[in-house]
């Protein structure tokens, strides 16, 4: 009877805390998923990460980044993972940038710093860190990238490549 109103309270934003600059949904290409050398296994090891993402779906809330619709990323990080964890996380990320009439409309740099262990999810520490230059500068990235491959799988061959999807939140 109430269901309407408890999933809207639920799902909202907590109070107080300002809408973000930009939100999408991300997923890694079938041709491109992200690559990692050597191989994420079941325990931590120093690991190069690079591939790309595609965000799609893009909406600005506040609307300070209206102009932007998609994007086209191209990733390269290192890391201190496992199937499980991800921590120490370095690396950078070009962002091109698409309009609603899908040309490019501009690039940003993203810092990719991740310190805490990551857990559930490690490939989400890819997408944490803060706008370094171009469009949305300053703005913090956050966000999840889940594997389609289950945990186990990954613990018992490793893991060389990750397709995957979830959502990305830009301020």
Same mark, same amino acid.
């Given at each position: 009877m109430y269901l309407d109103w408890i999933i809207a309270i639920a799902t909202s934003a907590p109070a107080g805390l300002p809408d973000p600059a930009l939100t999408c949904a991300v997923a890694t290409p079938s041709e491109r998923p992200l690559a990692f050398t050597p191989q994420v296994g079941l325990t931590p090891r120093r690991v190069a990460?690079?591939?790309n993402l595609q965000l799609t779906g893009c909406t600005s809330p506040d609307g300070s980044a209206?102009?932007?619709r998609s994007g086209w990323v191209a990733v390269k990080a290192t890391a201190e993972a496992s199937c499980t964890s991800a921590r120490d996380v370095r690396g950078?990320?070009?962002i091109t940038w698409f309009g609603g009439d899908g040309r490019p409309v501009g690039t940003s740099r993203l810092r990719i710093k991740a310190d805490r262990l990551a857990t559930q999810h490690p490939a989400d520490a890819l997408l944490t860190g803060t706008i370094a230059a171009g469009a949305l500068k300053g703005e913090r990235v956050r966000g999840g990238l889940s594997p389609a491959a289950a945990l186990l799988g990954c613990a018992a061959r490793g893991m #060389?490549?990750?397709?995957? #999807?979830?959502?990305?939140t830009f301020g």
């Open positions: 990460a690079r591939g209206a102009s932007l950078g990320a070009v #060389s490549t990750l397709p995957g #999807s979830g959502k990305i």
